[in-house]
């Protein structure tokens, strides 16, 4: 009962020890404005140019393309908004595509632009397993749609678009391509020119960077337009005194990771699919969700007929494993995730959703403990009925 | 660590945070719920239930995370409106005064809350209730908080010995100002004076605003009479009225008139001068003994008629297992049909009805 087993690295993940080192100088011994004239200014500033640098060669883009904003979140309503302004601005377009399964970050953005600015969305439908067809995708294309945003890896059930077939499309037809990157960045390739992004987000604490700190990429010359006014930092597209520190843990940790993720990728897929063999095959009535094999490396999400996720969720804390579920809301309000109800189960297993999300560290001995109580405690709560 | 895995239910104040705090302390494997209630949607209360706002999770969530314990809240909605918010609507509606408190006590915490709890494989529940439990040879006793200020066994007299034996009031044999200090001695955090939380979930505090809007056709109106049979005039709906209510009843009169009582079967309302509203005898209904077992001999008892009010000398006199007919010593103003009336001997509480 002493083994505490984090499996909820889709929400978040541990700060790196080598990330957290990077940063601390930067909270203490150099303290400086990066905008300020002096050294002091001139070596922070230094630092995030190092930054912003070292992303972009992972990113196989140009540094000033990347723009530091302050979580996943904020690059997601910045590229939306920006790039509705721009295109209201110069008469480029009036609609914009989402996918029905974008992260809340995305869909309320998109949903506030129709709802007070008059712009036109189409929420495009997902298969079963949560895939984008591209043909769906051609056939909402509108002379007037200027911007397509689909996520490249979903947070709840892990899928993985075909991002660069679903690029090739838009720009067959001349409308930029914005996706949500924020599961994706710390175990899917990167690299802008494959993929055929216009705009991409990434946050740092989904793979093991600091909580607070995110980055849009944006192609040279899409962007014009900030959300957020005042100083000119971020070439003007993104108001406020850089998070210095922060900054240089994200670039760190996305160094470490753009090193380690294909060995970290191999090991978490192995234990991926002996939990997800083993759940399917010992506890009835339930079913994967999201694809079997286009999904993160790292997800492995289910539901299960009668149960109510929520209940779950506290059933497996309490014996020490931290999971989580689509319906999952610490104020206790279940009902079933717009990413679930867009997949369209049945509402019996719509409640009951569970995700359980690995880490670079989780090992056999994690997924053997899941393996052992899980069919135990989905049993009894369906025997409590 | 002790074996026993207790639930401890969790509002975010003081109570029920030390409650938790404590048995912590003694080795409990603990963890926290709280229940989500319906509310009525509304302005003042941003549609939630005054009993579990966000700022009441959160705090409760912090002090879950200071005690390093699992915490939950439930969605209990449902059961809550049902039991709770509908039988609220229907007492009011048959003319009766309805203590939601009980009900919900009954119905939610040591129905729904309690099967959550041990279905999560606690073996207990606790909560932070200024009451005490004994055990007395093979009874379990519910006492009155030590706290005589404080005391909440009023709203607890529907426990039976299956509850009772399930259940903790860590904090029953503190005072408040104790409680306060142990608050402080523990790093809890303390609220800044919370609302009252009768009437939870009410989007204000007005329940007749509430029966204007959720039973309107509960609200017929009648005549106003005195106790001699004189009509005085108009009322506007049995359910607007409380026994001893004496502001907004619309009639001058030279001496203060007050509501005697509601006579639904003709839907009169009775007001009279206030020497006229004493009573020294009452009827109850649904009594529960909280040992189980009932008598068939008259015993003696303080009765209690309402949760704020003081423990009269009485003489309890059985009339079947469900009823009985209560004669005080002296005559007492307010006897609310739809309130409780709770038997105490000393500071143990034998049970109670509901006030015919
Ligand atoms: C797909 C996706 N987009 C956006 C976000 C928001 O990121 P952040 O928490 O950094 O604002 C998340 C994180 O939960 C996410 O999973």
Known sequence: MDKHIYMDHAATTPVDASVLEAMLPWFTNEYG???????????????????????????????????????????DNLALRGIALEARELGKGNHLIISSIEHPAILRTAQELEHHHGFDITILPVDQHGLISTTDLKNVIRPDTFLISIMYANNEIGVVQPISELTAIAHEHNILFHSDAVQAAGQLPLDIEKLGVDLLSVSAHKFYGPKGV???????????????????????????????????????????????????????????????????????????TGHRTCRLPNNASFAFEGIDGNELIMHLDLLNIAASSGSACKTGNPEPSSVLTALALSPKLSLGSLRLSLGRDTNDSDIEYIQQVLPKVINNMRGAL | MKNDRIAVAMSGGVDSSVAAALLKRQGYDIFGIMLRLWSEPGQDNNGQNRCCSPASVSRARQVAAILDIPFFVIDSREEFHKNVVQFFIDKYSAGLTPNPCLECNRNIRWGHLMHKALSMGATRIATGHYARIIQNEDKWQLLRGHDNNKDQSYALSMLGQ??????????????????????????????????????????????????????????????????????LGQHKGLPLYTIGQRKGIGISAPEPLYVLSKNQSDNTLIVDKLSKLGKSHLKAKNVNWISGTTTKDKIRAEVQIRYTAKAVGAWIKPIDDNEVEVEFDHQINDITPGQAAVFYQDSVCLGGGVID
Not at chain 1, 53 to 68: G, M, P, Q, V, W
Not at chain 1, 233 to 246: I, S
Not at chain 2, 203 to 215: E, I, L, P
Request: hydrophobic letters at 35%; aromatic letters at 6%; a neutral charge.
């Open chain 2, 162 to 231: 299956s509850d009772l034996k399930r259940t903790l009031f860590p904090i029953g044999s503190y005072t408040k100002n104790k409680i306060r200090s142990l608050a402080s001695d523990f790093a809890l955090p303390v609220a800044q004076r919370q609302d009252s939380q009768d009437l939870c979930f009410l989007a204000d505090k007005d329940y007749r605003r509430f029966m204007h809007d959720y039973a309107p056709e509960s609200l017929n109106p009648g005549p106003i009479m005195n106790s001699s049979g004189e009509t």
């Open chain 1, 214 to 288: 995110g980055l849009l990429y944006a192609k040279r010359d899409t962007l014009k337009h900030s959300h957020q006014t005042g100083g000119s930092q971020e070439n003007g597209l993104r108001a406020g005194t850089q998070n210095v520190p922060l900054i240089v843990g994200m670039a760190r940790a996305l160094t470490i990771v753009a090193a380690r993720k294909s060995n970290d990728n191999s090991k978490m897929k192995v234990l991926r699919d002996k939990l997800i063999e083993s759940v399917l095959d010992t506890i009835p009535d339930s079913i994967l």
């Open chain 1, 33 to 75: 404005n990066p905008s300020s004239i002096h050294r002091w200014g001139q070596r922070t500033d230094y630092a995030i140019t190092t930054a912003r640098e070292e992303i972009a060669e992972i990113l196989c883009c140009e540094a000033d393309e990347i723009i530091f904003t302050s979580c996943g979140s904020e690059s």
